[in-house]
């Protein structure tokens, strides 16, 4: 199973900053790394998929880079609404399998 | 409007059963790629089950192979799984997931909102 492991656990930001969260597998997953948004309450949203492509309706703010086992989600300017947890997950083996969350919280 | 409604959980006994349902609407349910996604209280993420779009294929994560299974009936625009021999540790929400993926590319990504299973005595 691939484990993926996500840094730092909790990013403590203030609006308007930029956000830098981090994935890392414990083998290659190529580029069938996704990324996910989850707030409070809500199931997740897919916001990147293949490592770097938005989904549909996802703002520009939210950029994703990576390929083999190193990933960035990059969220370019903080906005309130950005304020959650988010979650990386590969699709390149069975299992699937998520990281354990990197929660963006307001400083 | 697009859809996935969850039903079917509830509080259920160690070592019993319970069957989950995800009903569809608003897209075509048979084009999709389903999984079974859950989130233990407080917890994160954690993939349980996928179903190709026919129901030929099928996947399930180590922690519930044998006891959960996943089916799908298109003609009815539903999404089932099955849990049987259930544990404390199964007490989680349970989300309907679709995928509709064009030569790997995913064009669209649909979440239902949940359904809540406890296992407690």
């Known amino acids: 199973e691939i484990v993926l492991t996500q840094s730092p656990a909790t990013l403590s930001l203030s609006p308007g900053e930029r956000a830098t969260l981090c994935c890392r597998a414990?083998?290659?997953?190529?580029?069938?790394l996704d990324w996910y948004q989850q707030k409070p309450g809500q199931a997740p949203r897919l916001l990147i998929y293949d490592a770097s492509n938005r989904a549909t309706g996802i703002p520009a703010r939210f950029s994703g880079s990576g390929s083999g086992t190193d990933f960035t989600l990059t969220i370019s300017s903080l906005e309130p609404e950005d304020f959650a947890v988010y979650y990386c997950q590969q699709r390149s083996n069975w299992p699937r399998t998520f990281g354990q969350g990197t929660k963006v919280e307001i400083k | 409007e697009v859809q996935l409604v969850e039903s079917g959980g509830g509080l259920v006994q160690p070592g019993g059963s319970l069957r989950l349902s995800c009903a569809a609407s608003?897209?075509?349910?048979?084009?999709?790629?389903m999984n079974w996604v859950r989130q233990a209280p407080g917890k994160g993420l954690e993939w349980v089950s996928y179903i190709s779009r026919s129901g030929s294929s099928k996947y399930y994560a180590d922690s519930v192979k044998g006891r959960l299974t996943t089916s799908r009936d298109n003609a009815k625009n539903s999404l089932f799984l099955q849990m049987d021999s259930l544990r404390a540790e199964d007490t989680a929400v349970y989300y309907c997931?679709?995928?509709?993926?064009?030569?790997?590319?995913?064009?669209?990504?649909?979440w239902g909102q949940g359904t809540l299973v406890t296992v407690s005595s």
């Open positions: 414990s083998q290659s997953v190529s580029s069938y």
């Open positions: 608003g897209f075509t349910f048979s084009n999709y790629e």
């Open positions: 997931a679709g995928q509709y993926m064009v030569r790997g590319v995913i064009i669209n990504d649909y």
